[in-house]
């Protein structure tokens, strides 16, 4: 497993939320893919510079956002702080050693929270999923979208700090220590390709602005080849647990 040392600032990680905030397709593809299994008072995991954050506000959500990252943080209120929806904002670390302590105000209060492209960055991601559980009402729903395949961990993988990477396999049975699986699939099979060609054969660090935007205009087209290919293979896994 690789070792990463934790930065206050993620010029990395933040260059390319900026990039994917112009990909307005993927992004709305994204919520469309999780929004159905989130519902009453959600809780968003990693919420960045709140990339899909705003398409759940602007859907009128009743959420809270959080990130591990005060410079995060710091971004998200001065774009979100003035929404009446938006419950707070929020430096939350699903890894704390004293998590129950500190964030005892939001144990058992929450029906949803997601996590999208979050879990692979922590290192511990059973004791993540755990507490996540324990923020969650009971039947509350955890839903997870991670990348897929830890034969595509390449370049782009360790600029990004991830851990690792999944399979439905792989993520199912860390869930299934705390929630029922009520939903599993692959998603985004057309960004396979592109993945491994810029990251494992051209060898960079990070996504090409140019091949994001091309892609973006295409999402209508690999919506449709995910549908034909019945979700069985993808860049990324989505799974939803329910807490028992």
Known sequence: MPEFEHNPIDKPGHDTLDVIASADKLNRWIYDTIAPHCSGKILEIGSGIGNISQCFINAGATIMLSDIRDSYCEILREKFAGNTNVLGIKNINLTDGDFENKFSSL?????????????????????????????????????????????????FDKELEHYRRYTQKTLRKKLEQHFEVIHSKYFNAAGIAGWFVSGSLLKKKTIPEGQLSFYNKLVPTFKVVDKVLFNRIGLSVVQVGMKK
Do not use: W
Request: charge should be neutral.
């Open 107 to 155: 144990l058992n209060s929450f029906d949803s929270v997601f996590a999208i492209n979050v879990v692979e960055h922590i290192q511990d991601d059973s004791l993540a999923i755990l507490n996540a559980y324990k923020l969650l009402k009971t039947r509350g729903k955890l839903i997870i979208l991670v990348p897929a395949y830890q034969t595509l961990y390449n370049g």
